[in-house]
Structures are given as structure tokens and as C-alpha cells.
């Protein structure tokens, strides 16, 4: 096995070099020449003549000039080359608590309420491990440029990200990517297989009047499922050494399948399968002023628009799949209410959704040479259709939207407002609106940004009484949501200090109990958060960041969190006195107070409310870790949940850390990552 996972990997290599070497040796145009971005600018700033702009390279020169945009976003952004927080490489995001394996089920530790309105099929639990629209990356490059990251951690994980973009012709990039997340898991029947594709491209023609976005992007996600422990305080603590090996202990799903660690292998015999695919195209054509600047050696042609028209057209294609070919009769007549057919082999829950979406926009630039500043409005018609276990249906909504922006040319304002209402169709009477304002008072005294948001909100389809998952025995009449969001947030870059505060207020609340059950609370509750997050300087390379969460539930909402979410990095970041090394090294700690944590329903992939059992951790999460990088670069050696250490029944990291009932973190595991960016 080893041998052909060695064999795997030199080939991605062989073929990620192969590619660069075959790649246009020149995609710009002579040297010293000023050439506009796909933004129509140099260096993003419009109207900028600055001479960092493309030009053509020497080849045995290794710099590069890479930017990049996202589809909604009016500024630019640089790639992060930071080596200090491991959670920015990896798909599970520091806040965040997972079931045990990476690519299971995974839910915030934070309070944060759904506040988009409109169609949502409610399947979120999974969320954090795909590929979305608005996180996709459009790219502007000097030259062709390629990632290779790859991840090995204990007991088979493997995580592989490959990216590459590169500009066919000045005002023509595309990029593609490909992510695999494959983890066998330390305990039974929780095997992950994840798979992640996107190919994206952004053209701009010579004139500026007309741009193309382009994406299609697909997510194949299966994660097994074991129902959790059968007894986590008998197993985890049991006197049999042959249980200090996690795989063996019994657990309430997926039979005793064998463990297996074979790279290729996708079989999900007892899990959830979900199956999205996107394809997005986002055309803009431009009326305004054309203009140049003269240079003793060229002329620049520049545009300035004031009047923009914008046509996004979308195709959704997502299938969810609930599936058990061991399946245990009185399990699910225990938790779920459900009589399965004798003989019994299999029990198969199926949902799929097909969204076309066309929007139809107008732009107005009030300040033609500030692109930050416009108001756009626009109308969207969005065609619905849904195939369930019993039934098909299709549907409709129209909805119009408006917005607002203007970040202000001294980078003192920065102004968001937004406005959806859903007039007719599947989602009628939705609505949702928002502000954010953002101040710079001084450099010395930092940014201060306030907001409000409130959405009026159905259900999620799968509350729907026609949903395949929906397995009670009575049909609802659930109300729109309403949620409201109050924040502030203080940033002082100089101090290295950030606090921010959320004051939530929600009627209606929907929510699920026992595994299955769909509710919904009716009175107004709310909740209050607040966070602050701090470098402190130890030594002159010795730093402790520090990230604090107070949390606080009133009223008659059936939401649990902890009141205390804490995590510490103190850690030498430094070079050790050699020039082209930059390393991060030091300990991190991760701790959550007692609370009656969600438990987990497999068979929905959706965690809901218990409170029974108090999830209490003795330690904190504890890792070790050693990052670094030279030039291109880095790589990451961690060892974590040290905190699981103990001499019961002889040494072994086996104080396994619980995170929901029935679900618990692993044992002692060590990861290594390593991250190479090539330039052509």
C-alpha cells in the first residue's frame, strides 16, 4: 500500500512540473510597458501608473505578481504567505467541533443563526469541507503559478490541494483546482472521502466595456456514520487493553467492518453521500468614458464607468443520499420511530434539487474613477425543482434586491447596505436587509465598524412536510423566522487587539430533538457574544495569541452553548538567526466549559438540540507544533491532543476528549504538511 501511495504522489508532482514546463513562456506584452489589469488598472488602483504592473520576465527570474478577487468583492487581495495559524490550511476552522474525523459532521461553537433568506435545503452540516460560489478565487498573474499541498496525518489521513491559474493572455486568466480529503478515522465506521473540483476563468476585453466571470465547480462528499458509541463511559475507560485501540470499540452503526487505509478506496457502506455540482457564468458590459495616458514610451487606454449592466445566469445540481446496507431494524425504530420492512438489508433516504437561477442587475458609479462606490439593483427569477422519495415538484421565486457600497478614496469609510424581498413563489414574504459601517479613526487609534441585520426567513426544506427527510408522523405548519443581528467591532492593528461584539434577538426558532423531531419555538429569545482576540508580545520572538469567546443564551430558545470558548498559541516566531527561514513553534490550547452539547442525527446529517448529558473535558485540546518556511516553501509538523496522555492500563494517548454524546475527539495524532509553490 505504502509503495503505491509513494508512486501516487510522484506522479501529482511529475505532473504539476510537467504542466509549469509546458506552460506559455510569455503572456505579456514588451518590456517596461505598463499594461492594464483585468480590473483595469495597475496594481488595483484605478487610473494608477504605477510600474509594477505585467510586463515580461526573465525566465530565470522567480518573482511574480499574483492577485486575486472574489465574485461579489470590489477589492483585491494578495496571497497569505503567513506560516503561524495552522487553521488557515486546514478545512476545519479553529472555532469549529467536528465528530472525530476530519471530513465528519462539523458544527460551530459559536452561536450563528442562518441569515439568508430564500431556498435553503438545510444540509449544512458538511459545509465547512466544500467548494462555494463565493469563495471562489478569480486570479490576475504575471506568470503561470501552481500549489501543491499535501497533508499526511496518523492512521492513513491524507489531504491533497492542488491549484494552479495562469493568464492566457493579459486580460484572460483561468485557474483550476482539485482538493481530496481521505480519512479512515481512529474509530469505527467514521471513514471520510471528499472530493473538490473547480475551474474558473476571468476575461476582460481590450476596451474595459465587457467582462466574463466563469465558474463550475463540483463537491462529492461521503462521510460514514456509526451512530456514536455505544457507551462512552464504559468503553473509553475499560480495563480490556484490546479497547485502548479506538477501532475496536463497538459502536451504534455500520457493523464491524474492517479497518482500511487504501488511498483508492470510496465504498460507503452506512453514511451520507451528498453530490453538488454548480456552473456559474457572470457577464457585465460597461457605458462611460474612455481616456489614456501618454508616456513617452506608450499610451495607456483607460475607461471609467458609470453605468453597468449584469447578467448572472447559475445551475445547481445537488443530491443527498442517506444510505445503510447493514441496516439494524430496532435502531431505527429506537431513535428514529421508524418500522423497516422484513428482511431487512438496506434503508436508503434520497433528495435532489435542481436550481436555475437568472439575476438581471444595474450598476451606477456616482464617482466614475471610485469603483468602490456604486448602487446597484436587480431582479431575479430562480426555478425550483425537487425529487423526493415519493414524489417530484417544481417550483418558483422572484425576488428583487438592492445594494449600496462606497469605500471612500481616503480608506477612512467603508459603507455596505443590502436589501432582498422575495415577492412571489415557493419563498414568498422573505426578506432580509443589512448595514455595516466602518470608520478609520486614526492610525493610532484603530477601526471601529458597527452593523444591523434582519431577515424574515422560511424554513429549510427539509422542515418541508415533501422532504425525504422528514420522518414524523405529522405534517407541520412551520412560521418564517425572524432574525435579528446587532455588532460592533474594534480594531487596533498597532496593539494587535480586536473586540467584537453580537447581540442576536430570533422568533420562530426551528430546531430539532430526539434525532428526528422538527420544532419550532415561537417566543423571542436571544443571545449575547463577545470576542476578543490579542498578541502579546513575550520576548522579542515570542508571542501569545490569544482568542477569547463569552457566550450567553436567554430566554426560551432551545440553544446550548459553552459559555467559555478559549484558544491560546504561545509559540517562538522567528528565523533563528538564518535569513531565508521563518518558523513558528511553540503550543497550542483549545478549551470549552461544560455545556449540554447537540447531539448528532445520522440519518438527517444534522445535529439538534439535547439536554440530558454535560459534555465536561478535563483538559484542554493540546497540540505541539513546528511550522516553517524557506522562499516557496513550508511545511507544518504537529502533534496533537496531547492532553489524551494517561498510564491507565498501561501508557497510551487514550483520554479521548468528548464533543457531543456518543462522539469523541481521537487519540495522540501527528500531522505533517507540506506546501510548494511553483512559478514558471
Do not use: C
Amino acid at each position: 500500500m505504502l509503495k503505491n501511495f509513494s508512486t501516487y504522489i510522484l506522479f501529482l508532482l511529475l505532473f504539476a512540473v510537467a504542466q509549469q514546463s509546458s506552460a506559455q513562456e510569455e503572456i505579456l506584452q514588451g518590456i517596461g510597458k505598463k499594461i492594464r489589469t483585468v480590473d483595469g488598472n495597475s496594481g488595483g488602483r484605478t487610473g494608477s501608473t504605477g510600474t509594477d504592473s505585467l510586463h515580461r520576465r526573465n525566465r530565470n527570474e522567480d518573482s511574480i505578481t499574483i492577485s486575486f478577487r472574489y465574485l461579489d468583492s470590489t477589492s483585491t487581495y494578495k496571497l497569505d504567505s503567513s506560516i503561524s495559524d495552522f487553521a488557515k490550511r486546514f478545512p476545519i476552522p479553529a472555532t469549529h467541533i467536528f465528530l472525530g474525523n476530519t471530513g465528519n459532521a462539523a458544527k460551530s461553537l459559536l452561536f450563528s443563526p442562518q441569515f439568508s433568506s430564500g431556498f435553503n435545503t438545510g444540509f449544512n452540516a458538511f459545509d465547512i469541507y466544500t467548494l462555494k460560489p463565493e469563495t471562489v478565487r478569480f486570479y490576475n498573474t504575471t506568470r503561470p503559478y501552481t500549489e501543491l499541498n499535501y497533508q499526511l496525518a496518523s492512521r492513513a489521513e491524507q489531504i491533497i490541494d492542488l491549484v494552479h491559474t495562469q493568464n492566457l493572455k493579459p486580460d484572460w486568466n483561468v485557474a483550476f483546482r482539485y482538493r481530496l480529503i481521505n480519512a479512515p478515522g481512529f474509530f469505527k465506521n467514521q471513514k471520510t472521502n471528499h472530493n473538490n473540483y473547480l475551474l474558473n476563468s476571468l476575461y476582460a476585453s481590450k476596451n474595459r466595456r465587457y467582462k466574463n466571470y466563469f465558474m463550475l465547480l463540483g463537491n462529492k462528499m461521503q462521510s460514514s456514520e456509526n451512530g456514536g458509541i455505544i457507551d462512552t463511559i464504559d468503553y473509553l475507560n475499560h480495563p480490556n487493553k484490546a479497547y485502548n485501540d479506538r477501532f475496536n470499540i463497538p459502536t451504534k452503526l455500520g457493523g464491524d467492518e474492517a479497518f482500511s487505509a487504501n488511498f483508492f478506496s470510496t465504498n460507503i457502506t452506512t453514511g451520507n453521500k451528498y453530490s453538488l455540482f454548480t456552473v456559474l457564468l457572470r457577464q457585465q458590459y460597461d457605458l462611460g468614458k474612455k481616456d489614456s495616458i501618454v508616456t513617452d514610451s506608450t499610451v495607456i487606454p483607460l475607461f471609467f464607468p458609470r453605468l453597468r449592466f449584469e447578467h448572472t445566469f447559475s445551475l445547481e445540481q445537488n443530491k443527498y443520499i442517506y444510505q445503510d446496507f447493514l441496516a439494524d431494524s430496532l435502531y431505527y425504530k429506537t431513535y428514529y420511530d421508524t418500522t423497516l420492512n422484513k428482511p431487512v438489508d438496506t434503508f436508503l433516504l434520497r433528495e435532489t434539487w435542481k436550481i436555475i437561477t437568472n439575476d438581471f442587475s444595474i450598476y451606477q458609479f456616482p464617482d466614475a474613477k471610485n469603483l468602490n462606490q456604486f448602487i446597484k439593483a436587480g431582479l431575479t427569477i430562480q426555478n425550483l425543482t425537487g425529487e423526493f422519495s415519493s414524489s417530484k415538484g417544481n417550483y418558483y421565486n422572484l425576488f428583487g434586491h438592492a445594494e449600496y457600497r462606497n469605500k471612500t478614496k481616503n480608506q477612512q469609510w467603508d459603507i455596505e447596505a443590502n436589501g432582498k424581498l422575495y415577492f412571489t413563489g415557493f419563498n414568498s414574504g422573505d426578506f432580509e436587509a443589512s448595514v455595516s459601517l466602518q470608520r478609520l479613526l486614526g492610525n493610532k487609534i484603530g477601526y471601529l465598524q458597527v452593523g444591523f441585520q434582519n431577515t424574515n426567513r422560511s424554513p429549510s426544506a427539509i422542515y418541508d412536510n415533501r422532504s425525504s427527510f422528514h420522518l414524523m408522523k405529522v405534517n407541520n405548519d412551520f412560521k418564517k423566522e425572524n432574525n435579528t443581528h446587532l455588532f460592533a467591532s474594534y480594531f487596533l492593528p498597532s496593539f494587535k487587539f480586536r473586540l467584537t461584539g453580537h447581540y442576536y434577538l430570533f422568533t420562530n426558532y426551528t430546531y430539532i430533538k430526539n434525532y428526528y423531531e422538527l420544532q419550532q419555538e415561537s417566543s423571542l429569545s436571544n443571545v449575547l457574544q463577545i470576542a476578543i482576540e490579542k498578541t502579546i508580545k513575550l520576548g522579542k520572538h515570542w508571542n501569545w495569541h490569544a482568542d477569547i469567546y463569552f457566550q450567553q443564551a436567554i430566554g426560551n430558545a432551545p440553544i446550548n452553548v459553552p459559555v467559555i470558548y478559549t484558544r491560546n498559541r504561545i509559540a517562538y516566531e522567528g528565523n533563528l538567526g538564518f535569513k531565508n527561514l521563518d518558523i513558528a513553534m511553540g503550543a497550542e490550547f483549545k478549551y470549552r466549559t461544560a455545556y449540554k452539547a447537540d447531539g448528532y442525527s445520522p440519518v438527517l446529517g444534522q445535529f439538534f438540540y439535547q439536554d440530558s448529558i454535560t459534555i465536561s473535558n478535563q483538559l484542554p485540546d493540546i497540540a505541539a507544533y513546528v511550522h516553517f518556511r524557506i522562499k516557496p516553501f513550508k511545511a507544518y509538523v504537529r502533534a496533537e491532543n496531547l492532553n489524551t496522555a494517561r498510564a491507565a492500563n498501561g501508557f497510551g494517548f487514550t483520554r479521548n476528549n468528548l464533543v457531543a454524546p456518543g462522539y469523541a475527539l481521537p487519540g495522540l495524532q501527528i500531522r505533517v504538511g507540506v506546501y510548494w509553490s511553483f512559478v514558471n
